[in-house]
Structures are given as structure tokens and as C-alpha cells.
């Protein structure tokens, strides 16, 4: 079955970097993502990473894709008290015909001042 | 702003009821999905409409439904409620049957 996991909680110090993990079980994902949610908002895409790749950076993002271990990684560089926040894993399997996204159960990152 | 609409945002209602959920997809969008948010089971995919056809179901118990209307807003209809159906149900729409999605704010419904 898919299974997505996540640690449940970070916190960093304003200006470090922020380092967000995440496993998943399915082997046929063709694509990765990592979703925002801000309280009392819903979802918005940060980032997503297709199966083949190892590494996508965007601005203060980077995903990293390690595939024989099934490991997704989201790094924020510089990280401000704007990016707490709850962040979800998610994963698309192969063949799907629609985006039926697996999420995590979210990573609820906190940055001290 | 996502441009996808969810209304009612909070609905507090008592066990047996029947309560229904509302979605206006972002302009364009032809497909809508259901996800259910719950502290327990986190973020977990109901069902899938695409112009006006269901798509794909997940997770979706018995007692509720969903439709798709021709001008492509959708309902999800929650019957016989139960203290554990209180969660954010979230709607999310992609222009194709796949595509990126975008997230409404969500619906919070509580049973009492």
C-alpha cells in the first residue's frame, strides 16, 4: 500500500536553514511534492520533483530525491518566522489518471526569532 | 487566493444529520477533488469529478456522496454524521483530469 511518513515537528532559528524529511512507499510515484499549509489556509504548492530527477532548487527551496532509499527532502535556506508552517509530503502514483495525491501527515515547522 | 470557493467555512451540526459542502472550482478548472483533513488520519483523498463524471474514488465511506454539476461546481453530501466525520474537508481543482492541484480553504465541519 502507500504510505507517506513524516516527522511530525521542527524548529529552527530564524536565518538557518530548515531541513524537512520524508519517506514514501511507492516505487511507481512518478511525481513528489511538498504543500504549505498556513493556518487556517488550505494548500498551495511549493514545489514538486518528477521520479527521474535527483534535485530541483527554486529560489530558497531545494528538493532532494534519493529513490533507492525513497527519501524526499525539503531544505529552506534562510528561513523566516513567515515560513511556519505546516508542510506535507506528497505522492502521485504511476498509471493514476488523476492527481490522487498520498500526503504525510505534515511537518509543523516553528522559527524562533 | 486560489481561486478555488468553499462555502459554508465552518458548520457545526449534531449526530445523524446530513449536511452538504459546496465547491466553485478556479474559472477553467474541469477537475475537482474531495480530501478529507482529520487529526487522526491526516490529509486522506474522498473522490475525484471530472466534467461532471466521477474519476476516482478513495476513502469515501458509504454514507456520503458527491456530484458534479454542468457548471462544474460540486457538492459532497455527508449523511447519518457521526462525531468522526468533525474534520476539514478540503476541495481542490486542476484544469485537466491531472494536473496541478489548487486548494480551497477548506470547510470545517464539527458533529456534536
Known sequence: ?113 | DSGVTQTPKHLITATGQRVTLRCSPRSGDLSVYWYQQSLDQGLQFLIQYYNGEERAKGNILERFSAQQFPDLHSELNLSSLELGDSALYFCASSVAEAGELFFGEGSRLTVL
Open chain 1, 1 to 113: 500500500g502507500e504510505d507517506v511518513e513524516q516527522s511530525l515537528f521542527l524548529s529552527v532559528r530564524e536565518g538557518d536553514s530548515s531541513v524537512i524529511n520524508c519517506t514514501y512507499t511507492d516505487s511507481s510515484s512518478t511525481y513528489l511534492y511538498w504543500y504549505k499549509q498556513e493556518p487556517g489556509a488550505g494548500l498551495q504548492l511549493l514545489t514538486y520533483i518528477f521520479s527521474n530527477m535527483d534535485m530541483k532548487q527554486d529560489q530558497r527551496l531545494t528538493v532532494l530525491l534519493n529513490k533507492k532509499d525513497k527519501h524526499l527532502s525539503l531544505r529552506i535556506a534562510d528561513t523566516q518566522t513567515g515560513d511556519s508552517a505546516i508542510y506535507f509530503c506528497a505522492e502521485s502514483p504511476l498509471g493514476a489518471g488523476s492527481y490522487q495525491l498520498t500526503f504525510g501527515k505534515g511537518t509543523k515547522l516553528s522559527v524562533i526569532p
